[in-house]
């Protein structure tokens, strides 16, 4: 009998033509971040970055997005391999997450804790329900959040919240994460409001919004001097696109908010 995968990543065309990803959580009954769930996971991300969409939607099943980390990943691990792990997850799930050309919504609908979080930070945009609650809980075992939660969290929420978010271990609910600015927007319905973010980003230019996460992750590497030398480059490459082309000619024809892109 073939186990069911921890995962599941569909792709669609919206009515605007534009290819939209969604990879879901899906391994009950908790979400858990076992072996199968990172191996599923690293699995889609590589799918992703070899064949990118023009925006991805992460998403979770079932009553939690996630409950963490399953502990029995760090059951007896010594030094050289714990740094490994961390080693392995940046490189193939939260520097390829980030990495993707194109939008990354994260829609939490329920309480999403440790890895599911550090992944949440990663991407691009994040919504969540009223009733969800985030968590980096990772000092009920001695340990500190590794998979990038810390400075992803300082960065959207400044250092002394990422402090205290990190060290007490408590949740905190969505109308929280949203006045410190690391939630984007909370809906009742989460799941449609992310679903039709993600459809309006994928009908956009992409290649302009690529060039968007270039210039900020310019910035986050180097500040806001390294962010300028590099956005004529990453900018004027634009005007080689077809979108910018035909945004500009429909601009000038027939006016603002009229034109339609291919992601070309």
Same mark, same amino acid.
């Given at each position: ?53 023009r ?20 059951d ?28 990354? +919504?994260?829609?939490a ?6 890895? @599911?979080?550090?992944i ?7 919504? @969540? ?27 959207? @929420? ?19 994460? @949203? ?6 927007? +909370?809906?009742?319905?989460?799941d ?11 009908q ?19 500040? +806001? ?24 000619r ?15």
């Amino acid at each position: 009998m073939t186990e069911t995968k921890a995962t599941r990543l569909e792709r669609e065309i919206t009515d605007g033509g534009a290819e939209v990803a969604t990879l879901t959580l899906a391994h009950p009954p908790l979400n858990l971040f076992d072996r199968a769930m990172l191996d599923a996971l690293i699995d889609d991300i590589a799918e992703l970055s070899a064949n990118p969409p023009r925006a991805v939607l992460l998403r979770a099943e079932g009553k939690l997005v996630s409950g963490g980390v399953d502990v029995h990943v760090f059951d007896g691990l010594s030094v050289e391999q714990g740094a490994e792990l961390w080693r392995t997850l940046f490189a193939q799930i939260i520097h390829p997450v980030e990495a993707l050309p194109c939008p990354v +919504v994260f829609a939490a609908h329920g309480l999403t804790l440790t890895a @599911a979080f550090e992944i949440a930070l990663a991407c691009d945009i994040i919504l @969540a329900a009223p009733k969800a609650k985030f968590g980096l809980v990772e000092t009920v075992v001695g340990l500190t959040p590794s998979m990038g939660g810390p400075q992803r969290l300082a960065e959207r @929420a400044g250092s002394g919240r990422a402090r205290e978010f990190v060290m007490t271990g408590d949740l905190y609910p969505a109308a929280t994460m @949203a006045e410190w600015g690391v939630v984007n927007a +909370v809906h009742d319905d989460v799941d449609t409001a992310a679903r039709e973010l993600t459809h309006r980003l994928a009908q956009g230019p992409t290649v302009a919004h690529a060039a968007t996460k270039k210039i900020i992750e310019a910035w986050r590497s180097g500040g +806001v001097a390294h962010a300028d030398s590099v956005t004529p480059e990453v900018s004027g490459a634009l005007f080689d696109t077809a979108d910018l082309k035909g945004a500009v000619r429909s601009f000038l024809e027939v006016g603002p908010g009229k034109a339609s892109y291919t992601g070309r």
